[in-house]
């Protein structure tokens, strides 16, 4: 079963599962990584659930990254995707950080002083 339905077990690590088994748990369980204001710009860090790698070859893209703003410097086709854990997407969520701190001209912070 190469693609297919994801959940994030009690540690927060993604495991593929049966249909009824992913459905139980997208009602129940948390996939949001981060989401934040940085100005204007609302970011967006989520487990996805369903594997989104088109291809047949690679690991499964599990995690997502958007930007959103109604900002006409701001890209609105912001997305980034990756593979692995949810430590990493964290890591993901911080380059879109630091990517929005740029934009919007403001010093960027470690996530340990923003929140």
């Known amino acids: 079963m190469r693609r ?22 997208l009602g129940e369980g948390d996939r949001i990584v981060r989401q934040e204001w940085i100005g204007n710009i609302w970011i967006s860090t989520v487990f996805l659930g369903i594997d989104h790698n088109f291809s047949n070859t690679g690991p499964p893209i ?9 900002r006409k410097n701001v890209d609105q086709n912001y ?10 997407a964290e890591a993901m969520h911080e380059t879109a950080v630091r990517e929005a701190c740029k934009i919007e ?11």
């Open 79 to 88: 997305q980034t995707r990756c593979a692995g854990s949810w430590e990493q």
């Open 62 to 70: 599990l995690w997502e990254t958007m930007m959103f703003s109604n």
């Open 4 to 25: 297919g339905h994801w959940i994030l077990d009690e540690n927060r690590i993604p495991r593929q599962v049966d249909l009824y088994t992913w459905a139980k748990w």
């Open 105 to 115: 001209q403001i010093n960027y912070q470690p996530l340990e002083q923003r929140q």
